[in-house]
């Protein structure tokens, strides 16, 4: 498992063409864009290429493992999670940071084996900032090792919560009324349109909690074994065991702003 970690992380930092495609091509020019679910959820050439060379590369150290991409599942495959070794891979997270020229961008890719997160590499190519965790291990920014808040006070939190892509009025009146409750309360709300750097910024302790609804496996895989190995408590939002396939997410500095969060909260199904 390290070794397979540095091997990405490696990847990820000496790349060259990853690199030249997603910030020197990509980040600050005009972009090919096209929309996915609905006209808010946005695709650009430059989320294929890297989801192809990505897939391309691991293909070649681990053949026999399974793949699932954010591109790919927008382009029809089916991509179940089971029980075999599985790279789960969000080639930009952020697409819409990634369009306007918002640096929260970043590439995500974690290995699950038989369900279970193993290993979970985020890279910022803008920011350079690549966080990385190995089951058990803990988690580590840049090679340093962080910590989440331990914050246990929503009163004192900072918290990141999204709007994310549907336009559905109910959907969004709730998710409205949920980040409403939470500001009355805490110090701040937070959205800055990237799950992978909102669980990031949880587990390196620049936020104390995040939450979203209608998210994907591939935008949280990572995140959330990086999350928890810096003392992070990951669940369900409605306290159940977090489950990475069901489209929601809380994450907290400590359990206690867990138990603070989740009575607010009103669900919303995807
Ligand atoms: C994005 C998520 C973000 C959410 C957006 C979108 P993408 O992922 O990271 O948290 O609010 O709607 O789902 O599509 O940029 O990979």
């Given amino acids: 498992s390290i070794e397979a970690e540095n091997d990405l992380s490696m990847t990820f930092r000496c790349d060259v063409k990853l690199k030249l495609i997603v910030v020197r091509e990509g ?21 294929q290429r ?8 691991l293909k070649e150290k681990f053949p026999s493992h399974k793949f699932i991409g954010e591109e790919s599942a ?33 590439i995500s890719v974690g290995l699950v084996i038989k369900k279970q997160a193993e290993i979970g590499v985020i890279y910022n190519p803008i920011s350079e900032n690549l966080y990385s965790a190995v089951k058990g291990k803990g988690a580590f920014k840049n090679g340093r ?11 004192l939190s900072q918290v990141s919560g999204e709007y994310g892509s549907s336009r559905d009025p109910q959907i969004l009146q709730t998710k409205s009324e949920n980040l409403r409750k939470i500001v009355e309360r805490a ?17 390196e302790g620049s936020c104390d909690a995040y939450f979203e609804y209608g998210i994907h496996c591939w935008d949280i895989a990572a995140g959330d074994l990086i999350a928890r190995e810096a003392g992070c408590f990951t669940s369900d939002p409605t306290g159940d065991p977090l489950d990475i396939m069901k489209r929601q997410i809380l994450c907290t500095a400590t359990k206690q702003l867990a138990m603070q969060l989740i009575p607010l909260l009103t669900h919303v199904d995807f």
């Fill in 74 to 106: 927008a382009g029809g495959a089916k991509q179940p999670l089971t029980d075999d070794p599985t790279w789960i891979i969000d080639p930009i997270d952020g697409t819409t940071n990634f369009v306007h020229g918002f640096p929260f961008i970043a």
């Fill in 145 to 155: 090792p962080i910590q989440s808040s331990q914050q246990t006070e929503l009163g």
């Fill in 27 to 47: 980040f600050s020019v005009a972009k090919r864009i096209e929309t996915k679910a609905c006209a808010a959820d946005l695709v650009t050439e430059f989320d």
């Fill in 187 to 203: 110090h701040s709300v937070r959205a800055i349109g990237s799950a992978a750097l909102n669980l990031c910024h949880v587990a």
């Fill in 50 to 57: 890297v989801e192809e060379i990505l897939i391309t590369k």
